[in-house]
């Protein structure tokens, strides 16, 4: 470890990089600028950090959004001045409301050069608006003890905030007086000797977020749903650190309870399908039946974390208002609905564990371990679920025209294990949610759900693959074009990622919506379509690519999956033909259900 001691800003600098590498940073994102030298040279030779240069700052930050939803530790990203840091803005969006960890260092001219057309010069103090969880501004360099200090105080305050109270972005500003190259300065040797780098950092340790979260009458609550025999568990999207104790903690509390579970396709609860002996997948299409919905009204939902994308779950829930409980450890509101809600402001795991063992000390009074008072409602789930599934699976088996929902049905059989998968936005989520087969391969989805953007797409699943597991992300074409420069990363991308690209040609999801009725202006305006060859298109990003042109042809691609190298394989389908598809067979799945009572 050790401090630049050439100028004024190579020490501010190079202090504020070693303090973020002792809390823990690992990774910065650094964008090419004028003002941002300073930063982007110590970062860039500190040995602990891995710094990575990327041209596009849009693509940048996604890429660092990407790398920091894998690793739930935070990316440090910079930039010059001027408009540069305007490009983070949808990722910094993202990063709020998907409670992603980002620290955003723009770089600025010194507070003299500002409001005077000096060049590059903007406002950049509260750039990004209530979307950073903290934000503030940087005194200017100065090798002041003094200042030194509350540099180093400052910078662990920032990383803290980044994770607390709830996981997100912090924006620092950051301005810089020349020289910003390194030139060596005779009162930056002369104050190295009145630094000790030892004793200046000592303390700095790996930040640990201490769980605080103390919620009253737990128990009571606990008391209440167990004497409840018409409850639901819905399992919403979810990124979590630890997969696996995140679903087992999620089926302890169903079988303790007797609750089904709702699980989102962009859950892992669905690829750890061995756990859950309640598990139900087909929800959106059961409930597109009526009479079974009606039959199937619940007392009371507990809802983990965010809402599932299913429009009838949401409708459906809506219309009962139902007692709701969301068990989310974050300060945020996630009731869209407004129905009657309790926040209870703790995670799964936590009251997967204590309602273990509540349920163990009252076990003389209840049986409800091994028996099921009245099973009526959760059979009726579970045989509807069983009937639903065939059907997909029967329904899928017989199509051999590429249609691209069976894509996402498909993918859940064939990926290796734990393959991390990204999932585009609009249609690739819905068809997720509507046809991923609940399996036990331990598939870990990620998503970009906090806003619903298709903007970096790209940049964002290569930032997951990054140093990882060889990945997968599913994407349609106008994602994809939307986030082209993500490309350019390529020389810097370390690992495998493989982008099934439904291409048909436009945004396949308008032609599900009520517009689509209405053309023009339906398909120049909402559809959209760019007629790109996306062969040339890979050609001109030295990218490999292989046009799909069968089923077999593309499980025979993806098991194993290649270890190095970035790959495009384009299925090609009619999205007028996919979307007449649902329509006319989506409500069908779950009609010969009444019987089953």
């Known amino acids: 470890m050790s401090i630049d001691f050439r100028n004024t800003n190579s020490v501010w600098a190079s202090i504020l990089a070693t303090t973020l590498q002792r809390l823990g940073l690992t990774t910065a994102v650094i964008c090419p600028g004028s003002r941002s030298t300073p930063l982007a040279v110590a970062f860039a030779q500190h040995p602990q950090i891995e710094a990575i240069p990327v041209l596009d700052e849009r693509s940048a930050s996604f890429f660092a959004l ?72 940087l005194a200017v360099p100065s090798l002041d003890i003094k200042l030194l ?103 302890h509390l169903s079988k303790l309870l007797k609750f089904p579970v709702l699980a989102e396709g962009l859950s892992p609860v669905r690829n750890y399908a061995q756990l859950n002996p309640y598990l139900i997948s087909t929800y959106d299409l059961i409930l597109r039946n009526q009479q079974l919905a009606q039959q199937l009204t619940p007392e009371i939902v507990i809802q983990i974390g965010d809402l599932p994308t299913s429009k009838e779950l949401r409708t459906w829930l809506e219309s009962l208002q139902p007692e709701q409980w969301i068990i989310d ?67 899928m088996i017989s199509m051999q025209e590429l249609f691209e929902g069976k894509l996402a049905w498909l993918l859940s059989q064939t990926l290796p294990q734990k393959t991390p998968i990204f999932i585009s936005n609009s249609m690739p989520v819905r068809d997720v949610e509507f046809f991923w087969k609940p399996n036990n391969s331990e598939i870990q989805p990620f998503f970009n759900r906090g806003a619903n953007g298709i903007d970096g ?15 997968i992300m599913l994407t349609g074409d106008l994602a994809l074009l939307h986030d082209t420069n993500g490309f350019l990363l390529r020389n810097k991308f370390f690992g495998s990622i493989t982008i099934i690209l439904i291409n048909n040609n436009g945004g396949g999801i308008f032609e599900m919506l009520p517009i689509f009725k209405f053309d023009p202006p339906f398909e120049e305006f909402f559809a959209t379509p760019q007629n790109i060859n996306f062969a040339d298109l890979c050609t001109t990003y030295n990218v490999d690519y292989e046009l799909i042109t069968s089923w077999e042809h593309l499980q025979q691609l993806l098991n194993p999956l290649p270890t190095t ?33």
């Open 457 to 471: 797409t790209l940049s964002t699943a290569l930032g997951i693959a990054h140093r990882h597991q060889s990945s």
């Open 149 to 251: 200090r509350y540099l180093r105080q400052t910078i662990m305050y920032a990383w803290e905030r980044s994770h607390f109270p709830t996981p997100g972005v912090v924006h620092l500003n950051i301005p810089f007086r020349d020289p910003l190259a390194p030139i060596p300065e005779l009162e930056a040797e002369v104050f190295k000797s009145q630094l000790q780098p030892e004793e200046f950092f000592a303390g700095i340790t790996p930040y640990i977020q201490t769980q605080t979260s103390s919620i009253p009458n737990l128990e009571t609550i606990i008391e209440k749903w167990l004497q409840c025999e018409r409850g639901i568990i819905i399992a919403g999207v979810a990124q979590p650190i630890q997969p696996e104790e995140y679903c087992s903690a999620i089926a």
């Open 329 to 395: 450890p974050s300060h945020h509101n996630l009731d869209s609905l407004h129905n009657q809600t309790h926040h209870l402001r703790i995670s799964v795991e936590q009251l997967s564990f204590v309602a273990q063992k509540y349920l163990l000390s009252k076990q003389s009074q209840y049986n409800r371990l091994n028996e099921i008072p009245n099973s009526s409602y959760i059979d009726l789930w579970c045989n509807s679920e069983a009937s639903v599934r065939s059907s997909i699976d029967q329904t």
């Open 66 to 137: 990407g790398i920091a939803k894998r690793t739930h530790r935070p990316v440090v990203l910079v930039c010059t001045s001027g408009t540069a840091g305007a490009n983070f803005y949808p990722a910094i969006i993202e990063a709020k409301e998907s409670r992603i960890p980002l620290i955003v260092l723009t770089a600025d001219r010194p507070p003299e050069m500002r409001d005077c057309h000096s060049g590059q010069t903007i406002d950049q103090v509260k750039l990004y608006g209530n979307y950073p969880n903290w934000q503030t501004e």
């Open 565 to 597: 190298g970035i790959r495009v394989l384009e299925l090609r389908t009619n999205r007028t033909t996919d979307a007449n598809w649902r329509k006319n067979n989506l409500s069908k799945f779950a009609l010969t259900i009444s019987s089953l009572k």
